[in-house]
């Protein structure tokens, strides 16, 4: 399987954690997704990286690594539920869709041995991966939540009033 190339989408945050998807592009077989967790004060900055095979001596076998990112080495992306778990790594789950703000990723191993099967074809030896900032603050969320909450309520009592003859 080619892989084409990667974007990670953040897209929201708590207290502790961001939450984002990763978008696996491929040439024959379309679109693979997962959910991300990350820890947001050690965050890979916004940008294009490399996505690569390396040897890692925390977990004594070949991993995926993020290189390229200014200043920073040994970025991984591997199994964790958590952003607290993670110190600039990316976190992989289950792709799941949510209105809410996730509290952690699901199903981590099994998402990590997925995308892991994925580059194991000589031709992913070195993946584009596009880190894109689209992350909504707790605030803004729940700002936007409220604001279509009112707006269906006004609807809901401006379309009974005119099923009533009111104007």
Same mark, same amino acid.
């Given at each position: 399987?080619?892989?084409?190339?990667?974007?990670?989408?953040?897209?929201?945050?708590?207290?502790?954690?961001?939450?984002?998807?990763?978008?696996?592009?491929?040439?024959?077989?379309? %679109? &693979?997704?997962?959910?991300?967790? @990350?820890?947001?004060?050690?965050?890979?900055?916004? #940008?294009?990286? !490399?996505? =690569?095979?390396?040897?890692?001596? %925390? &977990?004594?076998?070949?991993?995926? @690594?993020?290189?390229?990112?200014?200043?920073?080495? #040994?970025?991984? !992306?591997? =199994?964790?539920?958590?952003?607290?778990?993670?110190?600039?790594?990316?976190?992989?789950?289950?792709?799941?869709?949510?209105?809410?703000?996730?509290?952690?990723?699901?199903?981590?191993?099994?998402?990590?041995?997925?995308?892991?099967?994925?580059?194991?074809?000589?031709?992913?030896?070195?993946?584009?991966?596009?880190?894109?900032?689209?992350?909504?603050?707790?605030?803004?969320?729940?700002?936007?939540?409220?604001?279509?909450?009112?707006?269906?309520?006004?609807?809901?009592?401006?379309?009974?009033?005119?099923?009533?003859?009111?104007?």
């Amino acid at each position: 399987m080619l892989i084409t190339h990667i974007q990670l989408n953040r897209k929201a945050q708590n207290k502790e954690n961001l939450f984002g998807i990763m978008t696996v592009h491929t040439k024959n077989y379309g %679109r &693979f997704m997962f959910n991300t967790v @990350e820890n947001y004060e050690t965050k890979i900055k916004e #940008g294009q990286y !490399i996505l =690569s095979w390396s040897w890692s001596p %925390r &977990f004594g076998k070949h991993k995926l @690594e993020i290189t390229g990112v200014p200043g920073r080495k #040994g970025l991984r !992306i591997h =199994s964790s539920n958590f952003g607290r778990q993670l110190r600039g790594c990316i976190g992989l789950g289950t792709f799941g869709i949510s209105e809410d703000i996730p509290q952690m990723v699901i199903n981590s191993k099994l998402a990590v041995s997925s995308l892991e099967r994925m580059m194991m074809d000589k031709a992913n030896e070195r993946v584009i991966i596009k880190i894109i900032d689209n992350e909504e603050a707790p605030d803004r969320i729940a700002s936007r939540k409220i604001s279509t909450a009112i707006s269906q309520i006004i609807s809901d009592r401006v379309r009974r009033g005119h099923e009533v003859g009111l104007k």
